[in-house]
């Protein structure tokens, strides 16, 4: 009767091991080794130090910015609304479709501040304090952002009708680049399942 093994992990508590038959098993029911990774503390996970910062801001101005257009207030220079003059300073010189918005780029827009802010606080939540379960919903938001912001709005900003392109590329990216490279980078971090048992 041939030795029959099992190795679920090539090493088990820092020693090779490998499941082996007992005397009283069957020799067709192998004894496994189960290894269990242990998370990693925010220390030795540098980068997600990046997220964590870069997401709190994402928070802010998502609330303070995307929820005016959304909720239909006028962006002028003389609102009486400091968030709409703040946008409108911004949206005048650089982003054209975000001062005058679309019906669908208020569904953006309102993504954005209702459904995407809320996700930050809970995605800084598990990074601080390395909940794995994070990563599926850290992926399909990456996802998300990259197909709607990444993909439609740069593409209208850049390719669209006149009336919506940007006037100054160079200070549309600066503003807006970020929102989508490091969703981009969150999607690389979250690749697999245990995001929090690797540094990156």
Known sequence: MHDVRAVLEPRCGGVPTAGRISPMSSPFTPTICFVTKSNLPLRRRGFDYVFIVFFCWAFVSCVIS???????????????????????????????????????????????????????????????????????????YATLIAGITGVVVFGVEFFGEAQWRTPNPLGFLAFNLPYVLIPLLLLIRMRKPLPFTRAF
Do not use: C, H, K
């Open 66 to 140: 995307d929820a005016v257009p959304t909720l239909g207030i006028v962006q002028s220079a003389d609102s009486t609304n400091i968030l709409a003059q703040w946008n409108y300073a911004y949206a005048s010189v650089n982003d054209p479709l975000f001062l005058n918005p679309p019906v669908w780029m208020r569904f953006v827009t309102g993504l954005s501040a209702f459904v995407y802010a809320p996700f930050y606080v809970v995605l800084v939540y598990a990074l601080i304090t390395a909940r794995n379960w994070i990563q599926l919903p850290a992926v399909i």
